[in-house]
C-alpha cells in the first residue's frame, strides 16, 4: 500500500507560482511512476505530468499541452517526494491537484493510476 500526501496548494496571481510536493510511503519509490492530474468544478479530472520509475538511470517525464514549458516534474527519491513547479499560472490552472502513484508504466489516464493523494487547491486570481 502507498500512501501519497500532498501539500504546497495556495492562492497566487496569474502569471505568479506555486511549487506543489507529493510525499509518498513505500521503501520502493525510485521505482513508482508519479503522477500529478487536476480537477475543476464541474469537470473531469485531467492529465497534468508524471514521471517514470528509473529505468537504467534514467526518468522520463510527459506533460498535457496545456501545461507545457510552464510547469515542471521532479521527483527527490532520498525524501520519497514528487513536486510540480507551476509558474506563469493562469485562471484556468486553478483546480484541486493530486498526487498518483503506480507501479507499471507512465500513463496519462486516472485509470492508469492505484494510488491517490487526498488533493490540494491550487487556485490562480486573474
Known amino acids: 500500500q502507498v500512501q501519497l500526501v500532498e501539500s504546497g496548494g495556495g492562492l497566487a496571481q496569474a502569471g505568479g507560482s506555486l511549487r506543489l510536493s507529493c510525499a509518498a510511503s513505500?521503501?520502493?519509490?525510485?521505482?513508482?511512476?508519479m503522477g500529478w492530474f487536476r480537477q475543476a468544478p464541474g469537470k473531469e479530472r485531467e492529465f497534468v505530468a508524471a514521471?517514470?520509475?528509473?529505468?537504467?538511470?534514467?526518468?522520463?517525464?510527459d506533460y498535457a499541452d496545456s501545461v507545457k514549458g510552464r510547469f515542471t516534474i521532479s521527483r527527490d527519491n532520498a525524501k520519497n517526494t514528487v513536486y510540480l513547479q507551476m509558474n506563469s499560472l493562469k485562471p484556468e490552472d486553478t483546480a484541486v491537484y493530486y498526487c498518483?502513484?503506480?507501479?507499471?508504466?507512465?500513463?496519462?489516464?486516472?485509470?492508469?493510476?492505484?494510488?491517490w493523494g487526498q488533493g490540494t487547491q491550487v487556485t490562480a486570481s486573474s
Open positions: 498518483a502513484a503506480n507501479t507499471r508504466s507512465l500513463v496519462v489516464t486516472t485509470a492508469g493510476y492505484d494510488y
Open positions: 513505500g521503501r520502493t519509490f525510485s521505482g513508482y511512476v
Open positions: 514521471t517514470s520509475g528509473i529505468s537504467r538511470n534514467v526518468y522520463y517525464a
